[in-house]
């Protein structure tokens, strides 16, 4: 049978082949986003999971927009206004999935930064949606470029990782923030913000949210996968109430509802008096790990590599001198080291930077040494 033509454009993921060799006990991985499994707050939720064997409702068909314990705890937890709702989905994928189908007819203009995430170039792509693009600087998105593409290209969305972007870890500073919410609001374009990592920031001040700025105007969509677990599959989207209503309609399609079970879970685990601690504890391991990885790139890579600090997140950008990144990554995953090559994370036709993508969460402080000194020893012999 002949597969649609819009997912004939789709590249195969070269991610999913670099994370299955990457599975090899001999090698390093800082190649996926993932968080270190020791740290799942499996302890906190094993009150709830003795607690859920006695609730069969729970294990009931539920409501498409999500568990009702849970969708009041966050709805307090997020301080929505009163014009604004809340949709669980089955992680932030889902959100951009629904919110690619709901809003996006083949050729409408979305636009995004670069580089930018994978899964939201794959779920675009696969709407037909005609990509524009706008480079990103160490504060956020270039501000003239996105005035400009605003005012001529009339885009109908704007995505953007504002918090410890993927896959540069960039985090906008605070007038970029303003400045985008005021032209999304002046030029009349909904931003749709993705804030995976948002609480993973381990220095520097917490910034508001850019939709805190211009709340009628966005979509926010957020993710339990990188301070809970990912494997519970939980996100959240919210805006306001027009812009959730098509969500929740194909959402009914999609999978009628996300696991009930694991909404209830995920309410008990927030609910828990430690929930907070551990996500401090994370944050603490993660810079720990971060600082031991910068230290060692500052150290030990070759001359003419761009490095670029970052305060939260889990990806480090490392700009490197022209070359086949696809090559050096293979090379790279004989000598032990797994790592993602930037071009995957450009759409087609954009210019790509020569860099790689490294992750700092999931492997140990003595990892990360040993992987950095594979990198490093490879890149003076490139
Ligand atoms: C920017 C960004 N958005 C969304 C996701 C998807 O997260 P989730 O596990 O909540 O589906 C990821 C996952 O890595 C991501 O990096």
Not at 243 to 249: A, F, H, N, Q, V
Not at 254 to 282: C, K, R, Y
Not at 347 to 354: L, N, R, S
Request: hydrophobic share 40%; glycine share 6%.
């Amino acid at each position: 049978m002949e597969i649609a033509q819009s997912l004939q454009q789709i590249k195969s993921s070269y991610i999913r082949e670099i994370l299955a060799a990457a599975s090899d006990k001999n090698v390093i991985s800082l190649a996926g986003g993932l968080p270190d499994e020791k740290t799942f707050p499996l302890e906190l939720m094993k009150p709830t999971l003795e607690r859920l064997a006695d609730t069969p409702e729970v294990f009931q068909y539920g409501s498409t927009s999500g568990y009702g314990p849970l969708l009041s705890f966050l709805g307090d937890y997020f301080k929505l206004p009163g014009t604004h709702t809340i949709m669980i989905t089955t992680g932030s994928q889902q959100g951009l999935d629904l919110i690619a189908r709901a809003y996006v007819n083949p050729g409408d203009k979305v636009l995004m930064e670069v580089p930018s995430y994978l899964g939201a170039m794959q779920v675009f792509g696969l709407v037909q949606a005609n990509i524009l693009t706008v480079s990103q600087t160490d504060f956020g998105p270039n501000l003239e470029e996105l005035e400009q593409c605003f005012a001529e290209q009339k885009p109908k969305m704007f995505y953007a990782v504002p918090d410890f972007h993927n896959p540069t870890g960039v985090c906008w500073a605070l007038e970029t923030r303003q400045k985008v919410a005021e032209l999304c609001i002046q030029y009349d374009v909904a931003l749709i913000e993705d804030a995976p990592y948002r609480e993973l920031r381990f220095s520097g001040e917490a910034l508001p949210m850019v939709s805190d700025f211009c709340p009628q105007n966005a979509i926010v969509l957020r993710s339990f996968s990188k301070i809970a677990s990912p494997g519970l599959r939980i996100g959240v989207v919210t805006g306001k109430v027009s812009y959730l209503e098509p969500l929740i309609k194909i959402k009914q399609g999609a999978d009628l509802h996300s696991s009930v079970p694991m909404q209830a879970l995920l309410h008990g685990l927030l609910e828990h008096d430690n929930f907070e601690t551990h996500i401090t504890i994370i944050r603490e391991l993660y810079k720990s790990r971060y600082d031991v990885m910068f230290s060692e790139l500052e150290k030990q890579l070759p001359t003419g590599c761009v490095l670029r600090p970052v305060d939260g997140g889990m990806f480090v950008w490392v700009e490197i001198p022209e070359c086949d990144t696809f090559e050096l990554a293979k090379q790279l995953l004989v000598n032990g080291v797994a790592v993602v090559p930037s071009p995957v994370f450009y759409p087609e036709g954009a210019e790509v930077k020569t860099a790689l993508r490294l992750n700092f969460t999931n492997a140990t402080s003595e990892e990360l040494k040993v992987a950095v000194t594979r990198l490093a020893h490879v890149l003076h012999i490139l």
